[in-house]
């Protein structure tokens, strides 16, 4: 089943005078259940590309369609509801919220859709057994490591079992064994839960985990 | 370095507001500075302009006192002096009563004066003359507002009754209503030839006082000294006691020198706060520069030199604007009456003080920038460069020990230091209340955030939740707390001194339990009797008081001393006496015994059973304590003694003044008594109006009072709004994750005006908490210049504070939750 589509998606920037086409009719089509590597050289508009699908920015033209609906047709709101239930966001650099323990930062989503923590403490339980940090619950983000770091961020997309993962560069920001670790992670919940994951990377080891790699270069698909 | 400076220079000028914020917490920090330092020079001028009106360049005046053989005295003694001084000016003085065509009576107040040695001491500008020299026999000088008032004109006749006998005297001069002839709309000046006063008053070839002014200054004092030798038996002193005008100036001095301290605290915690953000801004370009060969010293002294121009700039123009604000402070100052009697507001500053303003200035931006500067300037290269700056913020357990620490010397340290200490431990107390709440805010703000997320789930659902949590160690809503309640604990301590003063006041008039107070020359038993049979009057009684006696050591003094009537004392005044007033007050009349104010009690360190050593007119007398009461009453410097002592040890023929019980509206009463004393000089008010006149000028020194906390909570909110923009800078980051994980535009706004009410709710509370400590040390100071006034705390004054509070959040934060709902997520995400 297609979970996410792009047709003749394009994003245009404004810089001073000037117009910069970031992507140019990107034809895309992701099933559910893989687990894609967008590669590509800096500057060639993977994590633009990976930002429309997960409507944190709006295409110049074109659609996006995610599990069959069209974005573009959304409100504000619809959209958000949409990215705490259907999508979950792993960033390069963690973005934890610093003065909120492990805990609180993985049930952020969960608050947001205005449900009850209470109702998920097994839930929470479960998904910090899956990211190996069920002892460091109460810690904050500063007294956790990089790769902890990101596995709390990794937590915190799932903990409203979305359908698929977007992940900017997840290991951009970590050492080769903790980003081997962060990526055997990723494997394992595309596998064991089939979990949709789209993947920005620089790096081939990191595509290597998943089961298609699409290359984007000057905003076009390649291959 | 002129890259740096450069770069220095176009930070200042990027971020205006900022700027701004930095520049006007130090303009108006050194300008009320500045005026409040000048005010006491301000006011002592005021007061003796005042002095100085009646008795002009006069320096050293001898007159009799109560041990003088006789009110006048000769002048040979004085004028062996002469080559030590400008001049020798001698005057007779008494009053005499004028009665006008229409039959109505007036007081004059004559001044008999040669005339040239007058023209010496105290000028005359005459607006007219006639036949004025030799200025001899029975001539008389008038202002031209006593001329207006009775009808006279140049030349005319003037019929005065001076000691019931009448004497006819020629207008010769009118003069301008200033000097010897400014008066404040009840008084009537007049000069006369001297020796015709003298004459007429039996008392020819002397005079009542002599005025001198010495060649030289410096030799002030021992030509008092000799003159005092000379003249034995009569005092010899000062003409204006410089000691008492600055006590009295020292009195406005210090209440304004508190709210600048609260200002300065305020400015200092904005300062600082605006210098972290400035040095952490300039991290990366100061790692560059020091990467390739700038030291630390030229970076640090950036740095210092942009703290340095801030104070130069601010104090420059904290200098122009305090002329401005003293200038509005003293006009303040004058009451109506003042301003009808032609005073005018006394204006005086020197350039020591404007250089302390500015140095001020300059000492507040360096000192209170210091601290961001030298954490920065510890940083390795290194670590700036390779951005690995700590942020973990430790505990700090010291923190929470130094802010109880010294919230408890707060507590403990007015009630225990010595009157003369009184003032700087006080002022020091009201410093260090600040900085404890500051210090225990983060503490305070945990047990709030605590109750919210328990109340929140049920009132604002899970935005609550999220908002309560994000107050949790977020430096900028700790900022803005600390803001918050600093400006809140400013307007709330002048606002409950203000409180407090009318509160008393009003106290201090249910007091006295009658309707009318009257003067009439000659108030005797006889005046008594007849005044009970006026056609509204339902009793009257004849009070005795005296002002200003001297304790028998010469330290200090009482300001005011009634001398009771046992039987009907109780009746007219209800002073808070302590214990059994009516066998205290039958005490009264069986001896020299005496009940003084609790203030007085502290002040002279006495208890029951001592006695107390006045200076009377025969001599010391001792007076025995024998009970005390509670009385802001000439602000609790007031003493009780039997009548029947105080008449006799005074020598006192007459009533001070007539009290009046009314059985119709005293207004009405009033006119009743007027008529029937309508041949006399009469001076009545209702109860009514005298609170009304208290309350006046009450109110003028209070308006002063409020300007300077209505500054601080200026200077407070402007430092909350650039807290709240530093604050979505710095949170635009997790803004964006929100938003990113599924928070709706209208979630985040919701939050962000939850945290802004949570802060404003805190803020408000710890404001409270914070006023009603240094409120708290405020007695001690009242008490420290002679002003007991007793604290009384409005619950709807805490309740405004604390509403205001969270609606100066809320209104703060409406640009920042408008800005995030229009946030750019991706920029905010993935770029630092």
């Known amino acids: 089943m297609q979970i996410i589509e792009t047709k003749n998606l394009n994003k245009t920037f404004k810089m001073g005078d000037l117009d910069i086409e970031v992507l140019k009719d990107i034809n895309l089509s992701i099933e559910s259940g893989e687990f894609v590597s967008i590669m590509g050289p800096s500057g060639s508009g993977k994590s633009t590309l990976l930002y429309l699908i997960g409507g944190l920015d709006k295409p110049t033209s074109g659609s996006v369609k995610i599990k069959g609906s069209e974005l573009s047709e959304m409100k504000d709101k619809e959209q958000s509801i949409m990215r705490r239930r259907d999508i979950g966001f792993v960033f390069q650099f963690y973005n934890l919220i610093p003065n909120l323990s492990v805990e609180e930062n993985v049930i952020l989503p969960v608050l947001l859709d205005g449900k009850k923590l209470k109702d998920y403490r097994n839930k929470l339980d479960d998904i910090l057994e899956v990211v190996g940090l069920a002892d460091r619950r109460a810690h904050t983000p500063r007294e956790l490591s990089g790769g902890q770091q990101q596995r709390v961020a990794i937590a915190r997309a799932l903990v409203n079992e979305p359908d698929i993962i977007l992940a900017d560069e997840p290991i951009g920001n970590l050492d080769t064994k903790t980003g081997t670790e962060v990526m055997q992670l990723l494997q394992r919940i595309n596998r064991e839960k089939k979990k949709t994951i789209v993947q920005v990377t620089h790096s081939k080891e990191a595509a290597e985990y998943g089961n298609r790699i699409i290359n984007v270069r000057d905003g076009r698909v390649w291959g | 370095m002129s890259v740096i400076l450069k770069f220095t220079i176009r930070n200042i000028k990027e971020k205006k507001f900022r700027t701004f914020l930095i520049l006007f917490s130090i303009m108006i920090s050194s300008a009320l500075f500045f005026a409040s330092g000048a005010m006491s020079g301000s006011v002592a001028q005021m007061l003796v302009d005042r002095m100085r009106s009646s008795v002009g360049a006069s320096e050293i005046i001898i007159h009799a006192n109560e041990k003088s053989p006789s009110e006048y005295m000769t002048t040979s003694a004085a004028e062996a002096f002469r080559e030590d001084m400008d001049f020798i000016a001698s005057n007779v003085f008494c009053q005499g009563m004028y009665k006008t065509d229409s039959k109505e009576t007036f007081k004059i107040d004559l001044n008999g004066y040669v005339f040239s040695e007058l023209q010496m001491m105290n000028p005359v500008a005459l607006e007219a003359e006639y036949n004025l020299q030799p200025f001899s026999g029975k001539k008389i000088i008038l202002s031209s507002a006593t001329a207006e008032k009775l009808k006279l004109s140049l030349g005319d006749s003037m019929d005065l009754k001076i000691n019931d006998v009448k004497h006819r005297f020629v207008i010769s001069g009118i003069a301008q209503p200033k000097g010897v002839f400014l008066e404040d709309g009840r008084t009537n000046n007049a000069v006369v030839p001297r020796e015709t006063l003298a004459t007429l008053l039996n008392a020819k070839g002397r005079v009542s006082a002599i005025h001198m002014k010495p060649k030289d200054m410096s030799r002030k004092q021992e030509l008092i000294d000799s003159l005092s030798k000379a003249y034995g038996r009569y005092t010899v002193r000062e003409t204006i006691p410089e000691e008492d005008i600055r006590r009295g100036a020292n009195a406005f001095n210090v209440p304004f020198m508190m709210m600048v301290v609260m200002v300065l605290v305020i400015s200092v915690f904005i300062i600082y706060t605006s210098f972290r953000v400035i040095t952490t801004e300039m991290l990366p370009v100061i790692g560059t520069f020091r990467s390739i060969g700038a030291t630390k010293r030229m970076t640090d002294l950036v740095l210092l030199t942009e703290s340095i121009a801030y104070g130069i700039v601010g104090g420059a123009l904290g200098c122009i604007l305090g002329i401005g604000v003293l200038k509005i402070m003293v006009n303040m100052m004058l009451i109506e009456a003042d301003r009808a009697a032609g005073y005018t507001a006394a204006v005086q500053y020197d350039w020591t003080q404007m250089l302390a303003a500015f140095i001020l200035a300059v000492a507040l931006s360096v000192v209170s920038s210091i601290i961001p500067i030298i954490k920065v300037s510890r940083i390795s290269v290194k670590d700036i460069v390779l951005n690995k700056i700590e942020s973990i913020k430790k505990k700090k357990r010291f923190r929470l020990w130094l802010g109880l620490i010294l919230l408890a010397s707060v507590i403990i340290a007015p009630r225990t230091a010595p009157r003369s200490a009184a003032i700087p431990v006080d002022m020091l107390c009201l410093v260090f209340a600040s900085i404890s709440v500051t210090l225990l805010i983060p503490y305070i703000t945990g047990g709030f955030i605590k109750l919210f997320e328990g109340i929140y789930t049920y009132v604002f659902g899970n935005e609550g939740i999220l908002a309560a949590k994000n107050l949790r160690e977020n430096k900028s809503v700790l900022n803005n707390i600390s803001l918050l309640s600093m400006g809140i604990s400013a307007l709330l301590i002048i606002n409950t001194i203000s409180f407090s003063v009318s509160r008393e006041v009003g106290n201090a008039y249910r007091t006295l339990d009658y309707d009318i107070e009257f003067w009439v020359p000659n108030l005797d038993r006889q005046k008594l009797m007849l005044t009970e049979k006026i056609d509204g009057v339902?009793?009257?009684?004849?009070?005795?008081?005296?002002?200003?006696?001297?304790?028998?050591?010469?330290?200090?003094?009482?300001?005011?001393?009634?001398?009771?009537?046992?039987?009907?004392?109780?009746?007219?005044?209800?002073?808070?006496?302590?214990?059994?007033?009516?066998?205290?007050?039958?005490?009264?009349?069986?001896?020299?015994?005496?009940?003084?104010?609790?203030?007085?009690?502290?002040?002279?360190?006495?208890?029951?059973?001592?006695?107390?050593?006045?200076?009377?007119?025969?001599?010391?007398?001792?007076?025995?304590?024998?009970?005390?009461?509670?009385?802001?009453?000439?602000?609790?410097?007031?003493?009780?003694?039997?009548?029947?002592?105080?008449?006799?040890?005074?020598?006192?023929?007459?009533?001070?003044?007539?009290?009046?019980?009314?059985?119709?509206?005293?207004?009405?009463?009033?006119?009743n008594i007027k008529k029937y004393f309508g041949s006399e000089d009469i001076y009545i008010t209702t109860m009514d109006e005298m609170e009304k006149s208290n309350n006046e000028s009450n109110k003028a020194m209070f308006s002063i009072f409020r300007i300077f906390s209505i500054m601080a909570m200026v200077i407070g909110v402007f430092g909350i709004l650039n807290n709240f923009a530093i604050s979505f800078m710095e949170r635009k980051r997790s803004l964006a994750m929100f938003r990113s994980m599924g928070m709706s535009k209208g979630q985040t706004v919701k939050m962000i005006f939850i945290e802004a009410l949570s802060g404003g709710i805190i803020g408000g509370a710890v404001g409270v908490f914070s006023g009603v400590v240094n409120i708290s040390v405020v007695p001690y100071v009242m008490r420290a210049i002679d002003l007991p006034i007793p604290i009384h705390y409005s619950a709807v004054l805490m309740a405004v504070s604390l509403a205001g509070g969270a609606a100066v959040t809320m209104i703060a934060s409406v640009s920042p939750a408008l800005k995030s709902s229009r946030l750019n997520i991706i920029e905010a995400v993935k770029y630092e």
């Open chain 2, 538 to 671: 339902a009793d009257a009684y004849g009070n005795y008081q005296v002002f200003g006696t001297e304790l028998a050591d010469g330290k200090d003094r009482i300001s005011c001393i009634i001398g009771a009537e046992p039987n009907k004392f109780d009746d007219y005044f209800d002073i808070g006496i302590v214990g059994d007033k009516e066998s205290l007050l039958r005490e009264l009349g069986r001896d020299r015994n005496i009940i003084i104010a609790n203030a007085l009690k502290e002040k002279f360190g006495v208890d029951m059973g001592d006695s107390i050593n006045l200076r009377t007119k025969r001599g010391d007398r001792p007076y025995r304590i024998i009970g005390f009461c509670e009385t802001i009453m000439y602000n609790g410097q007031i003493a009780i003694v039997g009548d029947k002592y105080l008449k006799s040890d005074m020598e006192l023929k007459y009533y001070n003044d007539m009290l009046v019980k009314t059985s119709k509206p005293p207004e009405v009463v009033k006119e």
